[in-house]
């Protein structure tokens, strides 16, 4: 996936276990993916998004984390820390595949397959408008609403 590439014309589970196609999606839209829900580092981004959801909202823009985490885990995720932003479930590989964020990462010198931290920003004609990739957490919600913003006064 490379900006002014057309969102994949896939689906993921959401919580409450029905499928959505991403093309379902309001837009302009926040697609960001992560590694594992209840971790610090997924937790602190999902409560950074769902503290700007408001924002993000006023702007226009849905915000979607995506993870290969279940639907019941994205559930006690939510509900434990409050969040207020959608979740979706990529059990099959499927989404993160067609987006390009699944392959090998290493840590403590062990390789091992996961999810890349990256954000997709989609305008309103669903083409990729900005991409983040190897996303540091800290500031990230607050840059990528900025983006959004940006997108109300473009030309």
């Not at 998004?49 to 995506?66: C, D, N, P, Q, R």
Request: proline share 3%; aromatic share 8%; hydrophobic share 45%.
């Amino acid at each position: 996936m490379n900006e002014g590439d057309t969102m994949p014309a896939i689906a993921m589970v959401l919580a409450d276990r029905t499928r959505m196609a991403l093309s379902d999606l309001p837009l302009p839209a926040v697609i960001y993916f992560y590694p594992k829900d209840d971790t610090s580092g997924c937790t602190r981004e999902a409560q950074d998004f769902s503290a700007l959801a408001e924002a993000f909202a006023a702007a226009g823009a849905s915000v979607t984390g995506i993870s290969r985490d279940s639907a019941a885990s994205h559930v006690r995720f939510s509900e434990k820390h409050g969040l207020s932003i959608r979740l979706g479930s990529d059990e099959d590989g499927a989404v993160t595949e067609a987006f390009g964020v699944w392959g090998e990462k290493t840590l403590y010198g062990r390789k091992y397959m996961g999810v890349e931290r990256a954000t997709f920003l989609f305008g309103v004609d669903g083409r990729a408008v900005r991409i983040w990739r190897k996303v540091r957490v800290a500031g990230h919600a607050e840059a990528v609403l900025e983006a959004v913003r940006a997108l109300q006064t473009a030309p």
